[in-house]
Nanobody
């Protein structure tokens, strides 16, 4: 069992930055791929980024590549998403996720555990 709690969402102007954090607990955290998904109003939940169990390999959706950076601290059981050059189209609820196939399948069905979500709003 893995429990995930996000923090760090908020309102920012276009071009600004935000950092999301996810605190994880549970004995399987260290062996799980971790990631972030997002869901905008009226749209399906979509993959944003993932990082493997060691933190050595990161994966990104094309829409955020070069602007977002995912990282994990195994010693602190945290996963972070640094979001720079934010655009209004990045507005969504962001969910922390855990599951061994997140990086390869990149679908909500590949997620075993979800956080409760945190709102990110980017104004133009």
């Amino acid at each position: 069992q893995v429990q995930l709690v996000e923090s760090g969402g908020g309102l920012v102007q276009a071009g600004g930055s935000l950092r999301l954090s996810c605190a994880a607990s549970g004995r399987t955290f260290r062996t799980n791929t971790m990631g972030w998904f997002r869901q905008a109003p009226g749209k399906e939940r979509e993959f944003v980024a993932a990082v493997d169990w060691s933190g050595a390999s990161a994966y990104y959706a094309d829409s955020v590549k070069g602007r977002f950076t995912i990282s994990r601290d195994v010693t602190k059981n945290t996963v972070s998403l640094q979001m720079n050059s934010l655009k209004p189209e990045d507005t969504a609820v962001y969910y922390c996720a855990a599951g061994p196939a997140i990086a390869t399948r990149r679908t909500p069905r590949s997620v075993d555990y979800w956080g409760q979500g945190t709102q990110v709003t980017v104004s133009s």
